[in-house]
């Protein structure tokens, strides 16, 4: 719930107070909202253990995994998940592009350079 809220927080509700997507002042709430929303999301997100009552402890995870469900159980190479993400990423950047006006276009620059600097905050603090 707290994710949902946060993501609903997010810039797209206040457009409007700020002069528009093109002012200045919109560019820092962006960058101030990425910040501010990697920061919240790791302590949200943060890795605890949860302890299974019918399975011991000492019991490996895939084993635990693997018993509750078993195709979940089977690892799915990186290079196949990677090469997916990176073909629908890519062509979804394609279409945008070339069905959008100037002003929509600085709006996928200013929304990809938020993304890539709440990309770079969760690499750089570990997460």
Known sequence: MATLALALSGPWQGLVGFGGMEGPLMLWYLL???VLSVLLLRHIWRKERVVDPDLPVSTGIRTRIARRAPRLGQPIPPLIVLATLGVIGLTTLVVLWANLDTQGRFYLVAVGGTAGTGV???V???L
């Open 32 to 34: 101030g909202y990425t």
């Open 120 to 122: 770079f905050l969760v």
């Open 124 to 126: 750089w603090n570990e």
